[in-house]
């Protein structure tokens, strides 16, 4: 577990810090996920590296076993939490899938930044940031998932994609040890 560098020009992709799904219950306490993902976003500002806030204002629309989703969403639902501080310089993406790759501009916005890396952070672990991570990887992007600026509703789900997927998509580190990475970048 260590990013050992960060390619000069890193994006900092934060999933679903949004008052809808902050307010749910979490694996771990969502208040230090979303201190850690704020201290992330003010270093990646403070170098001038893009900072990507993802919000979900929808669900995808195939079958499930499951069923279909009958939820309206409140009216402040997407609202991003406000401890994030967007800036009018971040880059907002509003999905309506479980990743933020498909569907999106996410990946024509990075490409357009010269964007050769992501540091990913959010909620949910299992859900948004691995599908998210999956595609990114995919499309052939260097990969640091920030384990510690993340959190699920389901411990069992958190841990194995942390243990089991993340490290066969890219680098994984705490929020420590990338803040340490990202003051050593040259400001752009």
């Known amino acids: 577990m260590s990013v050992t560098q960060l390619d000069p020009v890193t994006a900092l992709v934060i999933i679903d810090m949004q008052k809808g799904i902050v307010s749910m219950p979490t694996a771990q306490p969502i208040n230090e996920i979303i201190v850690r993902s704020a201290a992330l976003a003010q270093a990646f500002r403070a170098k001038g590296l893009p900072v990507v806030l993802v919000n979900v204002a929808g669900v ?16 402040d639902w997407t609202d991003l939490a406000p401890e994030l501080n967007q800036q009018p310089g971040d ?12 569907g999106t501009s996410l990946d024509e916005t990075l490409r357009g930044l010269g964007v050769t890396q992501i540091v ?17 990887y995919d499309a052939g992007y260097n990969l640091a998932l920030v384990t510690d600026a993340m959190t699920d509703r389901d411990a069992d789900a958190h841990q194995y994609s942390i243990e089991k997927v993340f490290p066969r998509l890219g680098e994984t580190d705490t929020t420590e040890n990338v803040l340490k990475v990202v003051q050593d970048l040259p400001a752009r």
Do not use: C
Not at 120 to 136: C, K, M, P, W
């Open 120 to 136: 990913l952070a959010g909620v949910a672990t299992s859900i948004g940031v691995e599908s998210t991570a999956r595609s990114l």
């Open 91 to 102: 880059i907002l993406i509003t999905k309506h899938r479980w990743g933020a790759f498909i």
């Open 60 to 75: 995808a629309p195939g079958r499930t076993e499951a069923g279909l989703r009958k939820f309206a969403f409140p009216p």
